[in-house]
């Protein structure tokens, strides 16, 4: 025999098959709502890649100067080139806000006025009285400068550390930009 013997009757039980499944959606190709979401997601990532380039490469005059005072904190600790380091420091930080602010803004400004505008080119004031009459004193002295306390020297570096890292350039919005 080839099998059961299936019923006459419509209703019996020995008449029924396996449901046969559709075969299954595949994912390609996509929906066109896909293709705009994916378009989407690739312009926002793009424009995210933009602006975290450009701000790298905005901030690379702001990475070399903090080097340049990573190494010259580590000279003042060194007795022989101490007077040196020292006096690079206002140089290193006149040359830094010349990189980004109008020379014709900054260029003339000495003293009250220079420290005044340090400042005001940040959230929270770097520079304090004793650390701008220091930085004042490293500036216009011709003697020997060895003679300057390691912590008020330690609170200038400090002072210039955060300035050199939080300042606003003179094209930027009133946020703090980080390196």
Wanted: charged share 20%; net charge positive; hydrophobic share 40%.
């Amino acid at each position: 025999m080839d099998g059961p013997i299936k019923s006459q009757d419509p209703a019996s039980l020995q008449n029924l098959n396996d449901i046969v499944l559709p075969e299954a959606v595949g994912w390609w190709p996509l929906a066109s709502g896909w293709y705009f979401l994916i378009g989407l997601l690739l312009l926002v990532l793009s424009w995210f890649t933009y602006r975290l380039i450009r701000r790298w490469i905005n901030n690379r005059y702001r990475r070399t100067a903090l080097q340049q005072l990573r190494l010259l904190s580590e000279s003042i600790r060194n007795t022989d080139k101490r007077d040196t380091s020292l006096r690079q420091i206002p140089v290193l930080l006149k040359r830094t806000a010349l990189s980004v602010y109008p020379r014709s803004q900054l260029a003339s400004l000495t003293g009250r006025s220079w420290h005044d505008f340090l400042n005001s080119k940040v959230s929270k004031p770097s520079f304090s009285k004793s650390s701008a009459d220091l930085l004042n004193k490293i500036s216009f002295s011709v003697g020997d400068l060895s003679k300057v306390d390691t912590q008020a020297a330690d609170d200038l570096l400090e002072a210039c550390h955060h300035w050199l890292k939080h300042h606003r350039p003179a094209n930027s919005p009133q946020t703090d930009m980080e390196a």
